[in-house]
């Protein structure tokens, strides 16, 4: 099993529409947690970063953590032609060395 | 501009032949990783370094190599390349943030036959 699951996808959405993408985690160690948004044939870049549990809201983009489920989820609002890339969720237990763990990405096509 | 540079950004090889990718920073970041991304995986790490002649292992360490002479270059070096090698391989490196975010290149884009 791996330490991070994500489903792949694809998802397609019409433009406007709410975008839900997940994650799920078996290291109960894990306490920072990371969404990256990758453009085709880019390399990823950071989009959300929360520690810990909560929620935390940047523009349209909303990142939620429930640790006692070890569930994560990223959610556009109002998705536009440009959110159309990959999304990856990342995690890590220690600052320290940072050895991120990914899942293996959800490709999202917002549909104009 | 993440400030890190990656080459060869396309390579094409042959089994058996020794290969090496490089991985250049701009600033002065002390923490670089390599990973490689696949279908279905997403990206794993492959080793990482904490400061010039400072490396560890990631979880797909096997058959790669890694050196640090200087703080801005780290080099990944597969010793005799196998086709199961053929991937995408990203540097990243970490910025020195709260948030500990990591900047990747554009990647290198191997194919070994």
């Known amino acids: 099993q791996k330490e991070v699951e994500q489903d792949p996808g694809p998802l397609s959405v019409p433009e406007g529409a709410i975008v839900s993408l997940n994650c799920t985690y078996s290291n109960s160690a894990f306490q920072y947690f990371m969404w990256y948004r990758q453009y085709s044939r880019k390399g990823p870049e950071l989009l959300m970063y929360?520690?810990?549990?909560g929620n935390k809201e940047d523009g349209r983009f909303t990142a939620q953590v429930d640790k006692s489920s070890k569930y994560i989820s990223l959610f556009i609002r109002d998705s536009q032609p440009s959110d159309s890339a990959t999304y990856l969720c990342?995690?890590?237990?220690?600052?320290?060395?940072?050895?991120?763990?990914f899942g293996a990405g959800t490709t999202v096509t917002v549909r104009a | 501009d993440a400030g890190i540079t990656q080459s060869p950004r396309h390579k094409v090889t042959e089994t058996g032949t020794p290969v090496t990718l490089r991985c250049h920073q701009t600033e002065n970041h002390r923490y670089m990783y390599w990973y490689r991304q696949d279908p279905g995986h997403g990206l794993r790490l492959i080793h990482y370094?904490?400061?010039?002649?400072?490396?560890d292992k990631g979880e797909v360490s096997d058959g790669y190599s890694v050196s640090r002479s200087k703080t801005e270059d780290f080099l990944l070096t597969l010793e005799s390349a196998t086709s199961s090698q053929t991937s995408v391989y990203f540097c990243a490196k970490r910025a020195d943030s709260n948030t500990g975010e990591l900047f990747f290149g554009e990647g290198s884009r191997l194919t070994v036959l």
């Open positions: 370094s904490y400061g010039v002649k400072d490396t």
């Open positions: 990342a995690m890590a237990a220690r600052f320290n060395d940072y050895k991120l763990s």
């Open positions: 929360t520690y810990s549990s």
